[in-house]
């Protein structure tokens, strides 16, 4: 069945008409209706809105899910399902399934995410380039997207063409990488996951593909480990690597010491918050569809975030659960949550996704029937309906579903609970093991009223391990389930909840409160800059106000101890602070918890989830490597399915923590004896339409001096040199004189005396106190701060502020300063690492989509 056309009598709104009642709907929250107006509200090409606010949303889902609930026994009516959905409060569809349902103004897919492939050991240029254009044609459809390359033939190996080896891995990296970068999807670019096995022979080339945060910016990386790879590295033995890596008869072989592999994953992880891990035999020994495999449901990748492993051309849609939704009395005593209602709605959550996975079909008919009528000759057409015609059928055969939960870390403090306490972790789990039963006994319900999903095979899943989990808690259901089957093949995660978090106004998915309060700046007019209210004007003469933002939950705490609305907006840090300690959030934030407590939430957390779980264990930025490759190890023994660690300023451009609070001893530093001749690298750049040169000597390649200005005069000569050396001496009065020398074209050594006598004395008094404070280690950011902060009167001497900024900025990857890298959505600098991805804590938005 083909969905419906777009109906002909909706009428377009204004923009101001939807921003009012969406402002209006999030009670004030303009971040919150800034996101929905922006990525969910029913929008046609052209940009015009046919919503008002989520609650005309809500309808829309509300009234697609019972025209699906009519085609079965014993439906659900549109007003049950819109109660259900109503003001985030309960079962809440995330990204494509709430800007896609209903929506007949595009054709894209309700799949958040899929996952590609080629058959096993196929790794011509032809399947390569195939699985380029189909990545390419998903993420034109608002996926995202996860492929293995374990399949590609190692650098150096023997190939049948002029080439006469293969190029190998990190090659391929780039390729899709690019091809992901080049995708826009709505003011947002695609998201891609790239997998290896650790068995590969270029293991260790994969895991150091990213260390440079420039190179394969496009995708997440994660390599596969096996349980025979994490028992050398326990015992320290050794590894053998082959290609292929199923064969038995392999082309290329040769055996490690599995700690040096490990070290280069863990420094990866310590450097650059990647490669990720996967522990691969845990992934499919707990995997259900895996017992599918001969039906084509062997799993070989996962999605970008990493908490739906999938096989080749399955999808999933996605739904959470509002776990604060169901604490009664919150914040006070008696607060206690409702199991009853919890019990009755996720049974009703899984409904609306086995709806969901019809609701898909529709689309991928719509998909395919445009395809077929494009004007394109066929042989363009080709892939990508073949793509469509195998991802429909994987579809249809194992109903796929992907339920989860959000709003964890809220609902354990509205029940004054600490977040990552004993006590949390036995809530924790009686939750997810209440979803797991009501979620799998609305499954086989399913089953006897609309069949069982097609490939179902009860034999196969005998004595699984999740299976017998459900077995020890509720033997009557699997019993059940044996007899009459289920209707999806496996239906639970814990996903990312980044944007939809803002909509419930709760922290996100399984993660604590990441901040409980910050700064916020709104550009105002100068003539309404007022002492009442802090504000700063910025370099170019703009006025913005700066306000406090209050999280949610904190927020209705405060309430409860008597604070008004006026009495909170007034509070100052400090007395915040005080209020902080005493409120339930204690103690609880992302940068409090520690790694074990977070482990430990995982693990527990997994046993109840066939699928698997995004969530990232956040440490501070003094964390040695050693602790990496602990968590690591112990994630592994506790039976995690993977593990995300980002360590404090280990990736450029995230922001983690204001650390300006801690109280720290001054301490004494004893810089380096700047030898004789420093090794230097020459940087051209242009200001204001001005050429401009910089000469940065480098002591252990880190900037320990620097030399800026126009490129006139004595530099000149540098506009086409790259690098050489700066020499210091001593001039005819005696003083210090750095001299620049080359090597030419012809080889000829060339020396420019004088490199201070270039500038004119400002330009050079202010030189010296650069180069000091570099000489004395401090980092680059705050370097760059200061010489932002500096005060120079006239145009040229602030043009050379700029150019000594650009200049160091360089020696800082993507050149841009960590604690200030903008969100491509709100324009905010809130960049953080969370849910294993680059998320802003502001607006939402995520780069895996």
């Known amino acids: ?47 015009n809105y046919y919503e008002k606010s989520p609650d005309d949303m809500h309808r829309r889902l509300a009234r697609e899910f019972a025209r699906v609930e009519e085609k079965y026994a014993k439906p659900l009516s549109e007003e049950e399902i819109y109660e259900l959905l109503k003001g985030f409060k309960y079962i809440v569809p995330q990204g494509g399934p709430m800007a896609g349902i209903g929506n007949e103004f595009q054709h894209a897919s309700l799949s958040n995410c899929f996952v590609i492939g080629v058959e096993q050991d196929a790794d011509s240029y032809g399947s390569v380039m195939t699985m380029d254009e189909e990545l390419v044609q998903l993420m034109k459809r608002r996926g995202g997207v996860g492929l293995d390359l374990s399949h590609i033939r190692p650098e150096g190996s023997s190939v049948n063409n002029s080439a006469l080896t293969a190029t190998g891995i990190v090659a391929f990296m780039h390729r899709f990488s690019n091809s992901t970068r080049e995708v826009a999807q709505g003011g947002r670019r695609g998201a891609l996951m790239l997998t290896l096995s650790v068995k590969h022979p270029e293991a260790i080339a994969f895991a150091r593909a990213k260390r ?86 062997e ?105 989860g939960i959000t709003g964890l870390g809220d609902m354990l403090a509205s029940l004054g ?54 077995k020890q808690i509720d033997p009557e259901l699997i019993k059940e389930m044996t007899e009459h089957g289920r209707r999806n093949i496996a239906m639970l995660t814990i996903a990312p909840t980044g944007s939809t978090s803002l909509l419930t106004q709760t922290t996100s998915g399984v993660e604590p409160a990441f901040r409980l309060y910050y700064s916020r700046r709104k550009k105002i007019n100068a003539a309404k800059a007022s002492d009442d209210h802090p504000y700063f004007v910025d370099d170019n003469g703009d006025y913005y106000e700066e306000y406090a933002v209050f999280h949610h939950g904190f927020k209705k705490w405060l309430k409860t101890q008597g604070f008004n609305a006026e009495e909170i907006s007034e509070l100052k840090p400090k007395d915040l602070d005080k209020l902080i300690n005493k409120s339930p959030y204690a103690g609880a934030s992302s940068d409090q918890i520690s790694w074990t407590s977070k482990v430990k939430l995982q693990s527990v957390l997994q046993k109840w ?74 940087l051209q750049f242009k200001n204001n339409h001005e050429k401009w040169v910089a000469v940065v000597g480098l002591y252990n390649n880190k900037p320990y001096e620097i030399f800026t200005g126009r490129a006139d005069n004595s530099f000149s000569i540098l506009s086409k040199v790259k690098k ?86 360089q020696f800082i990857p993507n050149g841009t300063v960590p604690t200030d890298q903008t969100c491509p959505h709100c324009k905010e600098p809130a960049m953080i690492y969370q849910e294993s991805c680059l998320q802003c804590s502001q607006c939402g938005y995520s780069k895996c989509g």
């Open 417 to 470: 609970i600490q977040y990552g306490s004993n006590a949390s972790i036995v809530m924790a789990e009686k939750i997810q093991s209440t979803l797991v039963q009501e979620a799998y006994r609305s499954s086989v319900k399913l089953a006897k009223e609309r069949g069982a999903f097609p490939v179902y095979n009860a034999k196969k899943e005998l004595d699984h391990p999740f299976i017998n989990r459900i």
């Open 212 to 297: 440079e945060t420039t190179a394969v910016t496009g995708a997440n990386i994660s390599l596969k480990l096996d349980d025979a790879f994490m028992q050398a590295v326990e015992h320290d033995g050794s590894f053998k690597q082959q290609f292929p890596i199923h064969s038995k008869s392999p082309q290329v072989t040769h055996k490690s010491r599995a700690q040096d592999i490990w070290k280069e994953i863990t420094e990866g992880a310590w450097q650059s918050a990647e490669p990720g891990v996967i522990f691969w035999d845990t992934v499919t020994r707990e995997s259900l569809p895996d017992r599918y495999a001969g039906e084509g449901f």
């Open 724 to 809: 050489g050396k700066v020499i210091k001496g001593k001039g005819k009065n005696g003083k210090n004189r750095y001299d620049f020398q080359y090597v030419d074209g012809d080889g000829y050594r060339i020396t420019i005396e004088g490199l201070s006598r270039t500038f004119d004395k400002e330009y050079w008094n202010y030189a010296k106190l650069i180069s000091g404070v570099l000489r004395h280690g401090m980092p680059l950011k705050y370097v760059i701060e200061m010489v932002d902060d500096l005060c120079l009167d006239g145009q040229t001497l602030n043009t050379w502020r700029n150019g000594v900024k650009r200049a160091l900025l």
């Open 1 to 47: 069945m083909i969905a419906p056309e777009p109906p002909e009598t909706l009428e377009a709104l204004t923009e101001e008409e939807v921003k009012e009642a969406s402002i209006k709907y999030f009670d004030g929250d303009v971040l919150a209706a800034e996101v929905w107006a922006s990525k969910y509200a029913l929008k046609d090409g052209q940009g």
């Open 609 to 682: 989830v066939d699928h698997s779980i995004s969530v990232t264990v956040n440490l501070p930025e003094s964390t040695p490597q050693s602790m990496i490759s602990e968590i690591y190890l112990e994630a592994w023994k506790q039976g995690c399915k993977g593990i995300t660690v980002y360590r404090e300023g280990s990736r450029s451009g995230i922001l983690v923590s204001d650390t300006s609070k801690d109280k720290q001893d001054f301490v004494e530093t004893n810089p380096p004896k700047r030898p004789k001749e420093l090794e230097a690298a020459v």
């Open 299 to 403: 799993t070989v990748s996962t999605n970008p975030c990493g908490e739906i492993p999938l096989c080749p051309y399955d999808s999933c849609r996605l739904m959470a659960i509002n776990l604060a939704g169901y604490v009664n009395k919150p914040f006070y005593k008696e607060a206690h949550f409702d199991f009853e209602l919890f019990r009755q709605h996720v049974q009703a959550a899984l409904r609306l996704m086995d709806d969901l996975v019809d609701l898909e079909l529709e689309k991928i008919d719509r998909v395919i029937a445009k395809i077929d009528n494009d004007p394109e000759p066929e042989q363009y057409k080709l892939t990508e309906k073949n793509l469509w015609l195998k991802i429909r059928e994987k579809c249809k055969n194992g109903r796929r579903t992907g339920l």
